[in-house]
Nanobody, 124 residues
């Protein structure tokens, strides 16, 4: 079993930055990928960024590429999302997720474990 604990959400002005953290515990040795998804009110959960744990290959949604950076610290068993140049449309609940399969990293159904979500609000 894997537990994911998120932190770092908050309120920021447009153009500001936030760094989200997700600490994983439990059985993580076989973890294939870590990802961040977000869900705004009235919207479906959407892919934001993902990283392969073994080769550290990264993937980004086009809407955040160039502004967000996903990274991992294997020693700390954590994944991070550095969010710069934030826009009001980035406002959402952000979820950390862990995949134990080799499927498409951008697909919601490829992720077995999810964090509780952390609110990110960007004001104009």
């Amino acid at each position: 079993q894997v537990q994911l604990v998120e932190s770092g959400g908050g309120l920021v002005q447009a153009g500001g930055s936030l760094r989200l953290s997700c600490a994983a515990s439990g059985r993580t040795f076989s973890n294939y990928a870590m990802a961040w998804f977000r869900q705004a009110p009235g919207k479906e959960r959407e892919f934001v960024a993902a990283i392969s744990r073994s080769i550290r290959f990264t993937y980004y949604a086009s809407s955040v590429k160039g502004r967000f950076t996903i990274s991992t610290d294997n020693a700390k068993n954590s994944v991070y999302l550095q969010m710069n140049s934030l826009k009001p449309e980035d406002t959402a609940i952000y979820y950390c997720a862990a995949s134990f399969s080799g499927g498409a990293v951008k697909a919601v159904n490829q992720y077995t474990y999810w964090g509780q979500g952390t609110q990110v609000t960007v004001s104009s």
